[in-house]
Structure formats: structure tokens, C-alpha cells
T-cell receptor
Framework: GENVEQHPSTLSVQEGDSAVIKCTYS??????FPWYKQELGKGPQLIID???NVGEKKDQRIAVTLNKTAKHFSLHITETQPEDSAVYFC?????????WGAGTKLIIKP | ETGVTQTPRHLVMGMTNKKSLKCEQH?????MYWYKQSAKKPLELMFV???????ENNSVPSRFSPECPNSSHLFLHLHTLQPEDSALYLC?????????????FGSGTRLTVV
């Protein structure tokens, strides 16, 4: 079955710098790749997603890139701010079900 | 509010108690999910109701019992739980087919078994 690996498990960056989180998936039939942000005391919230027929998508300070050949996708956050501190999850969809990465705790240092 | 409401937000129960978690979605979605989230572990899918069909994860103990009376409501009935069942239980909904695949999560129920 599908397996999603996410790295790093913890990422600490200086405020204003960029952050990159990477995920790899195993099943080439996966066709949809969302990223979720989970703040303390809340459920995960969808922040950006990409479909398998697109290589890159951007929304203000966040972007996602997809390399289907290598079966990996990445989340890029530029000009990080304190409110970006959270746990981020990637996922890959196959047969309408999401398979999740283990999460990355992003810490923004002032 | 995300459109998915979970109650209660916090629950403390003894190992011999019976309780239920409730989830309601107001998004017109046709699939609903229960997830377990423990510290330092990935999100664990417990149950799925999709297009009125229940898809069950075989590794879920029978002390957890889901119920989906209609496409807007989902329950998780709990009985004779163990301390290791303490976790955040998340409900989510989505639209299967139609092109918009994103899941919407509730805020979760923080369950403590004593």
C-alpha cells in the first residue's frame, strides 16, 4: 500500500528565513497531495494542495512543488513569521483516502 | 469554526465507563472519518464512512464502535477503554468525487482514560 515519509520531524528557523519540508510517497497512482497545518488545541487545517498534473502551486508565502518522477513533494514557506509555528502534515491520496506523513514541528525563532 | 463540530472538547472517563463522541458536519460532504492522534505518532485512521458505506480499519479494538446515522453525523461509542486509549480523537469530512478532495477537520476531543 501507499507509504508517505516526511522530513524533518523538527525544523527550527530564524524569523524571516525560509522553511522547507519534504515528503516522499511510494504509490505512483497517488493523484492529490495536500498540506495541513495544526496549531495547538486545534485540528489540522488545509493550507495548500496540489494535483498530480501540476508541478508547482503558490499562495502568497507558501508554495508546494511536486516531482512525480521522483515521487516527492515539498512545502516551501518564505519570510517565516511567528504565527507559522505549528505542526505540518503532508499526505498523499489514493482511492479517495489520504495517507499521512508523520508531521514536522516548525519552530520560528525570534 | 471549520464546518465540522466535535463534542465534547474534553472527556475524562474511567475504564468501566461508556461514553460517546459526537461529530457533525455542515458542509454537505458525503464521507466522514475518525482519526486517533497520539503524541509523537502519525495520524491513525480508525473508521471511514464513505458514500454510506463503512470502511473499517481491522486493527481498531472492538471497544471502539462507530455509528453514522446520516451523512452529517458521526459518533464514536466508547466502552471499557484502556489508559493507552488516551489521545486526541479527530473527526473529518470530505467530498468523495467531484474534484474537491480536501478533508475538513474538527477541533477534536481530548480523551483521558483514568
Amino acid at each position: 500500500g501507499e507509504n508517505v515519509e516526511q522530513h524533518p520531524s523538527t525544523l527550527s528557523v530564524q524569523e524571516g528565513d525560509s522553511a522547507v519540508i519534504k515528503c516522499t510517497y511510494s504509490d505512483s497512482a497517488s493523484n492529490y497531495f495536500p498540506w495541513y497545518k495544526q496549531e495547538l488545541g486545534k485540528g489540522p487545517q488545509l493550507i495548500i494542495d496540489i494535483r498530480s498534473n501540476v508541478g508547482e502551486k503558490k499562495d502568497q508565502r507558501i508554495a508546494v512543488t511536486l516531482n512525480k518522477t521522483a515521487k516527492h513533494f515539498s512545502l516551501h514557506i518564505t519570510e517565516t513569521q511567528p504565527e507559522d509555528s505549528a505542526v505540518y502534515f503532508c499526505a498523499a491520496m489514493i482511492n479517495y483516502q489520504l495517507i499521512w506523513g508523520a508531521g514536522t514541528k516548525l519552530i520560528i525563532k525570534p | 469554526e471549520t464546518g465540522v463540530t466535535q463534542t465534547p472538547r474534553h472527556l475524562v472517563m474511567g475504564m468501566t465507563n461508556k461514553k460517546s463522541l459526537k461529530c457533525e458536519q455542515h458542509l454537505g460532504h458525503n464521507a466522514m472519518y475518525w482519526y486517533k492522534q497520539s503524541a509523537k505518532k502519525p495520524l491513525e485512521l480508525m473508521f471511514v464512512y464513505s458514500l454510506e458505506e463503512r470502511v473499517e480499519n481491522n486493527s481498531v479494538p472492538s471497544r471502539f464502535s462507530p455509528e453514522c446515522p446520516n451523512s452529517s453525523h458521526l459518533f464514536l461509542h466508547l466502552h471499557t477503554l484502556q489508559p493507552e486509549d488516551s489521545a486526541l480523537y479527530l473527526c473529518a469530512s470530505s467530498q468523495v468525487e467531484g474534484g474537491n478532495y480536501g478533508y475538513t477537520f474538527g477541533s477534536g476531543t481530548r480523551l483521558t482514560v483514568v
